[in-house]
């Protein structure tokens, strides 16, 4: 059980909690009455005996299924767009390690997609809903308000200027098609702190 005033991630030496009203457990130590985290994790506080617990997070990046992520396109597949994934919509914070994430090709827009090169380009940056953080992560676009929310001219470079359904190069009047991202972001689904960890 996660208590709602603890933070979703703490780091070795922050505080959790005064030793008279927590147990230390794994993950934590004691220090002049007070509860410190020893290792990077999520904490939690058992409800039946009081113990405070750091469950490790080392190496894993702090992106959780429902968040919405900005993701950059490095390589379309027949089957899925490998991304890396540049920072969360809800903390301005890259993600550290710039993990890859993927697109399946039936999580690109509602409806069939013949091919995703109809979709995206290499380069272009999206707005994603995280669908499965671990062990890899599996991103969806589906909705209306993903998408792509930046993309350059496979011509000319130039960035282009977006349209509903169409984006056309300022300086070569290229025309290109996206699944663009449409209308205003959605409340990311997954539980964020006040400082939107
Ligand atoms: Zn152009």
Redesign the pocket.
Same mark, same amino acid.
């Given at each position: 059980m996660t208590d709602p005033e603890l933070p979703r991630l703490v780091l070795p030496g922050d505080y959790l909690g005064a030793a008279e009203e927590f147990l230390p457990g794994r993950g934590t130590y004691e220090y002049g009455g007070r509860i410190y985290a020893s290792l990077l994790g999520a904490p939690s506080i058992d409800p039946g005996d009081r113990t405070v617990r750091v469950e490790p997070r080392n190496g894993i990046p702090e992106v959780q299924e429902g968040d919405l992520v900005y993701a950059r396109v490095d390589e379309l597949k027949t089957a899925m767009a490998v991304c890396t994934v540049l920072g969360t919509s809800t903390s301005r914070r890259a993600v550290p390690g710039a993990p890859e994430g993927t697109v399946h090709i039936s999580k690109a827009k509602d409806g069939y997609t013949e091919t995703l090169a109809g979709e995206f380009a290499v380069g272009d940056v999206l707005v994603a809903r995280v669908l499965q953080a671990h062990p890899g992560i599996k991103l969806s676009t589906a909705q209306a308000p993903l998408g792509v929310v930046a993309a350059r +001219?496979q011509? +000319? @470079?130039?960035l282009l200027t977006l349209g509903a359904k169409e984006a056309v +190069?300022p300086? +070569?009047? @290229?025309r290109e098609q996206r699944k663009f991202a449409k209308g205003p972001l959605p409340p990311p689904s997954g539980a964020h702190g006040p400082d939107g960890r």
């Amino acid at each position: 059980m996660t208590d709602p005033e603890l933070p979703r991630l703490v780091l070795p030496g922050d505080y959790l909690g005064a030793a008279e009203e927590f147990l230390p457990g794994r993950g934590t130590y004691e220090y002049g009455g007070r509860i410190y985290a020893s290792l990077l994790g999520a904490p939690s506080i058992d409800p039946g005996d009081r113990t405070v617990r750091v469950e490790p997070r080392n190496g894993i990046p702090e992106v959780q299924e429902g968040d919405l992520v900005y993701a950059r396109v490095d390589e379309l597949k027949t089957a899925m767009a490998v991304c890396t994934v540049l920072g969360t919509s809800t903390s301005r914070r890259a993600v550290p390690g710039a993990p890859e994430g993927t697109v399946h090709i039936s999580k690109a827009k509602d409806g069939y997609t013949e091919t995703l090169a109809g979709e995206f380009a290499v380069g272009d940056v999206l707005v994603a809903r995280v669908l499965q953080a671990h062990p890899g992560i599996k991103l969806s676009t589906a909705q209306a308000p993903l998408g792509v929310v930046a993309a350059r +001219c496979q011509l +000319c @470079h130039a960035l282009l200027t977006l349209g509903a359904k169409e984006a056309v +190069c300022p300086r +070569c009047g @290229h025309r290109e098609q996206r699944k663009f991202a449409k209308g205003p972001l959605p409340p990311p689904s997954g539980a964020h702190g006040p400082d939107g960890r």
